[in-house]
């Protein structure tokens, strides 16, 4: 889970970046964020796996709305102003809030975060 860090903020920066982000909204941020990091994760994964070539994400599908973490990091915006953030801020504090979500479940030990 080390990648939610630094790289994950970037995962999510890179997502955001070529999108009207601003104009949607809390849970379609939220959606697309998770699918890009969902995406990264099985990529890294394979990347691993001798004999794996997993290529690269060219679109990003987003995160069924169903999706419990959809709720998490919507609550650690600001609804009055994440949307004046810059993508750099957004970005790590959607991050900050997905490894909150994992720590409350015990899917995440915090202080494996203090390595990476």
Avoid: K
């Amino acid at each position: 889970m080390g990648r939610f860090s630094g790289e994950g903020a970037a995962v999510v920066a890179a997502a955001l970046a070529p999108c009207a982000w601003r104009e949607f909204s809390a849970g379609m941020v939220a959606r697309r964020v998770l699918g890009a990091l969902d995406h990264y994760v099985v990529l890294d994964f394979l990347s691993d796996v001798e004999g794996a070539a997993p290529g690269t994400v060219e679109t990003i599908e987003l995160t069924d709305a169903d999706d419990p973490r959809i709720e998490a990091l919507v609550a650690g915006l600001d609804p009055e102003h994440w949307r004046s953030t810059s993508l750099v801020q957004l970005a790590a504090g959607l991050v900050t809030s997905l490894e909150r979500w994992y720590i409350a479940r015990g899917l995440l030990d915090p202080d494996l975060l203090d390595e990476l």
